[in-house]
């Protein structure tokens, strides 16, 4: 017998298709299951092997699900803004509709091709009318409730793509998109003010199944910190800086203070500054840096000292020099730091360098050489002197601070508010109309969705201006609230937008009235499972979080975090180990492996190709080997009889919990090397029961479906193997018939013994005692006990 996997694998993809299999039933009696997967961004390059790992994890527990009886929805669509396409478009002189088009039109043949069990009457598309006009509903929403604002703040720029960056997406200082260096731009941005959903998002995390290293990251990145708001009076004046602290015990240590060289402080008093041209040059180097360059830790430390102004430490009365400093940022914090330079390196390093004074408040460490940021005795702190816990020591100076009102308890956040827009013309227009008397009004709702303008120049301007803001016919327009002229806002929403609600409109896709019926939320969410990769653990995972909490808040969805569980792919490296990049010649392409091997062998060596959470390097033989193992379960269909082995029903019960277990816990080599063993047992045999072959048909079909329901119908299957019942292990064929045991001598392990699990204490002793060891060692000695537990031990007394 050949296995036409070609032939096979196009032959039951049409049959899914036709008969919609995988059509998930809104509002059914069964129980629900929500897998989701991220979808993709749909790049001209196509699918790449790590997506088809993506995709397989849930893959795999969406096909048990619905052989379990559920009901499931598996859905997929595609996250098309963005700057690819619109770089894409640019080069080519191509339309980013068209290029969009063309590429969602290949990347679904290649998932169909590879036999995905997508509900394809769902799929959505992040660039569609239909579905942006809900994103900017949402938008308007936001910005109804005083979460979504502008502001003039410095920005991550990227002159070579001309769009303003995230800092998560300039990263190094470099652009995401085309790596090059960032600059810093002042500009009027958008935000979203996910920093007051701070503590909900970090609540939220005791109610989800995630990794904790998953936890860990999102804990991280929004960086609650715990400690104290201090006011420092500048010498001689009635002005204060502000300051947040995590350690205020420490504040006898202050030796002098930072601010960032964009403080308005130094512009108010700039009369009385002495070395304002010094203050003013170095001021201009810092605009030059990217928000990298000037927080990195390990490089030079470079400030200027600010003649003419100084601060007054609030607990020891003693002036404090001010300096500015690139390091110090004025959207972290307060904009200033009081520096504790024998406790903190690199307000070490900085006192070193320019000459400060520095004071041990801690007992510890060699000063002279370094910080000390370790524990230990206060010393130099007058009232503190003593304490040695720095909890205690930490509240008794918030209790003085208070009690003086020189300062109060507080909390900070790393996370800083979502920079939330772009001047490029892909992406959602933001719905916002800016009046010179009415001021920021939203686009009446049954206005939305505000379109992009068909255009075909679409360039950004270079001064990082959208190209937007060159068609007059879009700008130009009517206040909505006044009747009077006005202009259109011409940023565009970053591409994080679409991906912050996906989920929720794969439930009801096609909705004009809302952007999904409510009773249909109500029975789908929240989503059961959801894998991706470690890359979106943190932005993506945390915005969408953010977004579906605010419509909890509203009354739009109904739980307050939108996935249950979450779980993560590994990487797959190039067989030299490291990460695939056409650079390095490196990248397997799916559909070559898949025309040269099959759809089903690809799918199985991607999930038994190691741990799925790790990284693993792409195997050529390891793939040849998947392939010969599905040519020899294809082959097994000749031995197939009608009547059940009775040998082989331990082992085939034993696969049933094994991988029943193994695909909840994403243990899939371990699964996949059952049914190997399995087969191995098969083919071992004289012949294999009709039944015990179906059965092992179905444990392999969530990896191989294909050539699994091509066998299933040879077989005389009916209907679709895919929706077939998995199948329930019986444990009492679990139970091995024979074991071995240890043999022990007046209870010292000497020997092991195969035994029935029927035999009694007689021909237990008889068949040990047949053991050379155990006839030399009990030579001449009487048994005078003996403790047996079938199955357990065997123990001689002797004498």
Known sequence: MKYDFAKIESKWQKKWADADLFAAKDNSDKPKFYGLVEFPYPSGAGMHVGHIKAYSGLEVVSRKRRMQGYNVLFPIGFDAFGLPAENYAIKTNTHPRIVTDQNIERFSNQMKRMGFSFDWDRVIDTTQEDYYKWTQWIFLKLFEKGLAYRDKTLVNYCPSCKVVLSNEDSQGGKCDICHSDVIQKSKEVWYLRITKY??????????????DNIKQQQQHWIGKSTGAFVN???????????VYTTRPDTLFGVTFMVIAPEHPLIDKYADQIRNMDQIEAYREECAKKSEFERIEINKDKTGV????LMAVNPVSGKKVPLFIADYVMMGYGTGAIMAVPAHDQRDYDFAKKFGEEII????????DTEAYTGDGEMINSDFLNGYTNKKDSIEKMIEVLEEKGIGEKGVQYKMKDWAFNRQRYWGEPIPIVHCPKCG?????????????????HFQPGEDGESPLAKIDSFVNCKCPKCGGDAKRETDTMPQWAGSSWYFLRYIDPHNTEALADPKKLKYWMPVDWYNGGMEHVTRHMIYSRFWHRFLYDIGVVNTPEPYAKRSAQGLILGPDGTKMSKSKGNVVDPLDVADKYGADTLRTYILFMGDYGASTPWNENSVRGCKRFLDRVYRIFEKVTDENLHSLDNPLHKAIKKVSDDIEDMKYNTAIATLMALLNDFESATTVGKEQYVTFLKLLSPFAPHITEELWEMLGGEGFLSVSEWPVYDESKMVDETVEIGVQVNGKPKDAVEL??????????????????IAN???????????????KILNLIVK
Do not use: C, H, W
């Open 756 to 773: 029935s699990l029927d035999d009694d204490e007689e021909t237990a002793v008889a068949k040990a005692m047949a053991l050379p060891k």
């Open 777 to 791: 060692i009990t030579a001449g000695k009487n048994i005078v006990k003996v403790i047996y537990k079938p199955g």
């Open 198 to 211: 701070a503590d909900k998002l970090l609540e939220g995390l005791n109610e989800v199944d995630y990794p």
């Open 360 to 367: 041990p408040v801690i007992k510890g460490g060699d000063i």
């Open 440 to 456: 920021m009004v939203g686009v009446p709702y049954e206005e939305l969705p505000l379109r992009l303008p068909k255009v075909e």
């Open 232 to 242: 420092f009076k500048l010498d001689n004046e009635q002005e204060s800086l502000r």
């Open 305 to 308: 000292k600010i003649d003419g």
